[in-house]
């Protein structure tokens, strides 16, 4: 077993400050765009106040957020800037790798210790000299830096698969918006509809115009959604068959199934009709994130659905109807209309029936399965990638420990390993470009 410090020793709370006028959305940090079970961030979405000054952080610092540890908010800082009064600085000390430093907080043991020394039942806040307090690997800085390179190597191609998401996101945003919002879909000639004078009619009810041969519909006729099975607070269990909960569901569409409950396996056949499936889409439908989705990937287990979670089952071949409903969940108007039809002022509710008639413009069938054939490999790549970091942040999850007490050291050759699978990855992404 290696020597331990008291993280006290290798690093200090900064106390460096930064005028808000100076900070911009993509450099700003709360604890809202923190992402939760250590995902990194996301960018803030408003400023606060140009006089007021916050804290400074800058590159190869880290950050945690202070407020309900238990949400495992910790990012590294690849950039300069300001953030809020609950979201803590550590700048690293000399003699001590930042990245390393990183990895030792980013394991669970620390937010498990941010949680024994908070206060406060329903905000819990960590106390700031307990915090330092936390124990970390006291390694040769050689070792710390090969410990820190395995583990960024993973993280790097978790980065990568993201990023390619992203893009592939964004060419199906793009093209569902010049179809669907624009109705520039190609005509018979390949040209753009509206664009090229094709014919447009009145529609009372929407009081515009859509494409000839285009109806106002709704979800439900596009595909019906399903509410979740009732299970018994007494059948939770510590490991066994995951059950999607709201809590599990991202704002990226992506689920948290390694962090769900659990029931034992014999409740699969009481639930079994409520078994979600790879490409199918589930839904909250009460609280805060009523109307935010996420779409299941594969899983070695069944995954099932809780009550108060929307299922839309998509069938055997859920690339077929999944881009059109992807892209039209995301439209603004999808979220604002389940919010004012929602019930209840507390806890707002919604329930199937009522996703299901929200209105939806339909294009003519052969459109809409022209608009789905194409985007049909842009979602398969980005739910294999999802699948894929899944299993690269398990690795670098059951690594992190063994690195960290010294059972596992570093060799060359799996640094060239994950490096050259980066670089692989990386080369088809551009020949595909």
């Known amino acids: 077993m290696n020597e331990i410090v008291k993280l006290s ?64 908010k910790i990012w590294f800082a690849n950039q300069e800037g300001g953030c809020s009064a609950d979201v803590l600085v550590f700048e690293v000390k000399k003699g001590y790798d930042p990245k390393f430093i990183y990895y030792a907080l980013f394991r669970d043991d620390f937010f498990n210790h941010m949680m024994q020394g908070s ?42 698969n993201n990023r390619i998401n992203a893009e592939l996101e ?13 109705f520039d879909f190609p005509d018979i000639n390949g040209k753009p509809y509206k664009t090229s004078g094709g014919k447009m009619v009145w529609n009372k009810e929407l009081k515009r115009e859509i494409p000839e041969g285009w109806k106002l519909g709704c979800f439900g006729e596009y595909v019906k959604v399903k509410g979740g099975y009732a299970f018994k607070s007494s059948w939770w269990t510590e490991e066994g068959l995951p059950v999607i ?20 396996k014999d409740k699969y056949e009481s639930a ?9 889409v589930v839904i909250a439908l009460t609280g805060a994130t009523i109307g935010k989705y996420g779409v299941v990937t594969k899983s070695e287990k069944p995954v099932l659905v809780n ?8 069938g055997n071949e859920p690339l077929i109807k999944l881009p059109f409903l992807i892209n039209s969940l995301n439209q603004e108007y999808f979220r604002k209309t389940v919010f004012v039809i929602a019930n209840g002022a507390a806890q707002p509710n919604i329930s199937t029936d009522q996703i299901d008639e929200i209105p939806l413009i339909l294009p003519q069938n052969k459109i809409l399965e022209n608009f789905n054939n194409k985007c049909s490999s842009f979602y398969g790549t980005i739910l294999n990638n999802q699948t894929e970091n899944k299993e690269l942040s398990s690795l670098r999850d059951w690594l992190l420990p063994m690195l960290m007490n010294g059972q596992v050291t570093v060799g060359g050759s799996v640094e060239k390993k994950i490096e050259y699978e980066i670089e692989e990855e990386m080369r088809m992404v551009a020949e595909q470009g």
């Open 245 to 264: 909960k709201i809590k599990d569901i991202n704002e990226d569409y992506t689920l948290s199934i390694e962090n769900c409950s659990y029931v034992n």
């Open 9 to 72: 020793k290798v690093a200090k709370y900064s106390n460096k400050r930064i005028i808000a006028k100076n900070v911009s959305l993509q450099t700003f940090i709360t604890t809202d765009n923190i992402l939760q079970n250590k995902e990194g961030i996301k960018v803030a979405t408003n400023l606060p106040p140009n006089e007021n000054a916050m804290p400074f952080y800058e590159t190869n610092n880290i950050l945690v957020g202070n407020i309900r540890p238990y949400l495992k």
């Open 307 to 314: 009550q108060r979670v929307g299922l839309f089952k998509l």
């Open 170 to 182: 964004a060419m199906a945003k793009t093209l569902y918006d010049y179809w669907f919002v624009q």
């Open 272 to 280: 079994k009709n409520y078994e979600a499936f790879p490409g199918d």
């Open 119 to 160: 206060k406060g039942t329903k905000m819990p806040r960590g106390d700031k000299n307990q915090i330092l307090d936390f124990l970390v690997p006291d390694f040769d800085f050689t070792t710390q830096q090969k410990i820190a390179s395995v583990l960024s190597s993973l993280d790097s191609k978790i980065e990568l």
